[in-house]
Nanobody, 122 residues
Framework: VQLQASGGGLVQAGGSLRLSCAAS????????MGWFRQAPGKEREFVAA????????YYVDSVKGRFTISRDNAKNTVYLQMNSLKSEDTAVYSC????????????????WGQGTEVTVSS
């Protein structure tokens, strides 16, 4: 399994970014795809997840109503649309995959892509 994250950058507070995670190496119908972030000096934090088969989504409370996770089956890609960005959203964002049900624990995810940096200026 290979995961390739992209889409990070510098944005002003209140702005938007869309992160992409291109997945390859197998079919992902039994998988959950997650987005995590890690800010400097902080632990890795769960952001959102999506069941590949059903499209069911899960979010950490701090991003509900602002972030949307989605997937494109044809492109084998998972997206994280981030709106109304805040300075506290600044972090390195990584996508991950696990076989099974959703969980916010990063230790449950076996496959990881490289991170993409998001910086929100206030």
């Amino acid at each position: 399994v290979q995961l390739q994250a992209s889409g990070g950058g510098l944005v002003q507070a209140g702005g938007s970014l869309r992160l992409s995670c291109a997945a390859s190496g197998r079919t992902f119908s039994g998988y959950v795809m997650g987005w995590f972030r890690q800010a400097p000096g902080k632990e890795r934090e769960f952001v959102a997840a999506i069941r590949w088969s059903t499209g069911s989504t899960y979010y950490v409370d701090s991003v509900k109503g602002r972030f949307t996770i989605s997937r494109d089956n044809a492109k084998n890609t998972v997206y994280l649309q981030m709106n109304s960005l805040k300075s506290e959203d600044t972090a390195v964002y990584s996508c991950a995959a696990r076989f099974g049900g959703p969980t916010p624990s990063p230790y449950a995810y076996m496959h990881w892509g490289q991170g993409t940096e998001v910086t929100v200026s206030s």
